[in-house]
């Protein structure tokens, strides 16, 4: 018999879902990085994997491969994708669940609208917790294309940079994602925001992502770029995120307050993968 998944997305944002509580997985990250090939594969940005969790109030445990393969530690869309996945495959018929990736651990709560809502830790500034080879401070600062780019780096469980800008739509979000995501100062890389303020509550996001480059929309970007804006651009709570693939609202009470996003998760198709191919 084949491996079944579950073809999912939130805001565009898109993923394999698998359960790894009834299946015996065995995928190197070849296989994941075949399977992500739009062409030859079933394509997408990260496949998420729900494993049976053996530590007291952890329900589930949730693992995330970026499409080259690499695992890492927070995902916001699909947190969401998989909260509706466990339900319709009745894994749990809580409303609520706790899951925990390799850094991260977060409750998921289905609404009665199907969105769904993540509660967060509250987010680490500290260089170390990204990682990022610098002393701590407000705004960082490298050179690219000899012109100065001020960010600010924090972890919400993954790494991420955000950089402000005037307009969006003429950001270099791949030239300079690429660059910021693969420098030096990541050694694990990092994820790279770019935000433009509309108002205090208001913005719009692209991100790239490492290990997947643009994508439609991060959930984990969107939280990263909000609590930014409230830290250290004078925006406040609620914040609503524009990404290319929709909304998501973010809540975050600073300094050491706990996060919440809320947000779409949609189901595509469910499939069978052939046993040659993994």
Not at 195 to 221: P, Y
């Amino acid at each position: 018999m084949g491996l079944k998944f579950t073809k999912m997305h939130g805001l565009g944002n898109d993923f394999m879902v698998i359960d790894g509580v009834n299946q015996t997985l065995n995928l190197s990250s070849d296989i994941i990085t075949q399977l992500a090939d739009r062409h030859t594969g079933i394509g997408f940005d990260q496949c998420l994997i729900v494993e049976e969790s053996h530590k007291k109030n952890i329900d589930f445990l949730y693992r995330i491969l970026n499409a080259d393969g690499s695992e890492v530690g927070q995902c916001g869309n699909g947190a969401r994708c998989l909260a509706r996945f466990i339900h319709l495959k009745k894994l749990s018929t809580k409303k609520t669940v706790t899951v925990a990736t390799s850094t991260s651990v977060m409750d998921l709560t289905i609404n009665d609208d199907d969105s769904v809502s993540i509660c967060l830790p509250a987010p680490e500034f500290s260089p170390d917790a990204l990682p990022m080879l610098n002393t701590q401070q407000d705004f960082y600062q490298v050179a690219f294309q000899e012109q100065p780019i001020p960010f600010n780096a924090l972890s919400v469980g993954n790494p991420h940079a955000v950089i402000r800008v005037e307009n969006i739509e003429d950001s270099p979000v791949n030239e300079l994602g690429h660059f910021l995501c693969h420098h030096p100062i990541f050694p694990q890389q990092a994820n790279i925001g770019f935000m433009q303020l509309l108002n205090k509550h208001h913005m719009k996001l692209r991100v790239f992502e490492r290990g997947a480059a643009e994508t439609m929309a991060c959930g984990s970007g969107a939280i990263a770029a909000a609590v930014s804006a409230i830290a250290f651009h004078g925006a406040d709570a609620p914040m609503t995120v524009d990404l290319p693939g929709g909304k998501l609202t973010i809540h975050w009470q600073k300094p050491r307050g706990k996060i919440t996003l809320t947000g779409a998760a949609t189901f595509v198709y469910e499939g069978e993968l052939c046993e040659s191919s993994f």
